[in-house]
């Protein structure tokens, strides 16, 4: 054991150096705690450069009623983490670390620099001024009935006491970035209940036929909606040459993963003209001019460009009706079956983790005192757009504040 983790003096121990670890250890260290945040990877914060690439969605503006009701399943504690620290109170925090924020046409908030890196590098040296230790390499090994925790180093192994302890590991996503899942086994060794990781905010297999996986992978298809049961999205996605993926089926993810799960496979019903009333689109299809094709009339007046006339084909075996009502109907209606999810290792973020039974109000768990736990690796799901890093950044700092008051409770 360390001595600076001995006695009176001991430090409060992070493990896991993502946007929930980073986040409670400046909550923590503000309030004048003495933090280490131990990180696996060599550096810290690389799924948040990783998100950067796309230009770093923070949070949305969306009404904050509106917000919460994307977070699967609802959980009391989570969603009180989110209203003590809204969108606002995020883009606040970005703009004191001279990044401020700009809103996106569809309510999404960047980055005026639209970098993670720029963000990374201002909140890090904010950390060390604060005093934070970093030490990178360390991967947790093991949780001990006294609080002590285990670490496997290059050079040996590690072990710690701290006066309390918070695990933000993440999920199983990204595994090469550090996510992936290997302290699973450690909670449930330790009776601690957790629900099976999954792959969240991903693409689903199609089996297109070969023109369509040949000629139109890597095509996007913008501006449609979809719907699965009372489920339903705006948006965009992109073919790939097995599936697709893409906004709208990440908004769309738990339900087609559910129906998947039942079912074997789950039926999306694609609009590929949502802009347009079908009174409005079947006026535009009847406007036909003589020997028209039907590709012309689908591409100047239904405005389908050649990967959406071509899923309509597909979902017809080639054989679209005529008449303007019923190519209509088929237009706002295009059945896609969709198979499995991708690996997890290829999903944007997580579902399943730590069941959140685990932990009372304050992120702690309820039968480790001293041991907090929040971020992706507990049990919530959310779409792209901002809400996965939002609730990490929340449940962070709630935890660090829980953490906060139980060892004044405790002194």
Known sequence: MDPDHSGHARKIAIVG??????MAAETLA???QAVTVYERMPSVGRKLLIAGRGGLNLTHTEPL????????????ALTAAIEAYPPQDLRDWCEGL???????????????????????????????ERGVAIRTRHRLTGLGADGTLTFETPKAPHSVRPRAALLALGGASWPRLGSDGAWVPLLEGAGLAVAPLKPANVGFTVAWSAHVAERFAGAPLKRIAARIGDARARGEAVVTAGGIEGGVIYALGRP?????????????????????????LARKLGRTRPGESLSTRLRKAAGLDGVAAALLREAHSNALPVDATDLTAAIKAVPLRLGAPAPIARAISTAGGLTLGELDARF????????????????????????????????????????????????
């Open 364 to 411: 702690m768990l309820r039968t480790r005192p001293g041991l907090f736990a929040a971020g992706e690796m507990l049990d919530w799901e959310a779409p792209t757009g901002g809400y996965l890093l939002q609730a990490a950044f929340a449940s962070g700092r709630a935890a660090a504040l829980g953490m906060i008051a139980w060892l004044g409770e405790a002194a």
């Open 98 to 128: 001279g990044q401020p924020t700009f809103v996106g046409s569809s309510g999404r908030v960047f980055p005026q620099s639209f970098k993670a890196s720029p963000l990374l590098r201002a909140w890090l040296a904010r950390l060390s």
């Open 256 to 280: 087609i993963r559910e129906a998947v799960e039942r079912e074997g496979s789950a039926t999306l019903i694609l609009d590929l003209r949502p802009d347009l009333d079908a009174a409005a």
């Open 17 to 22: 150096g993502g946007p929930a670890g980073l």
């Open 65 to 76: 009623p509106d917000f919460l009701a994307r977070y699967h399943p609802a959980q009391p």
């Open 30 to 32: 503000g309030a004048g």
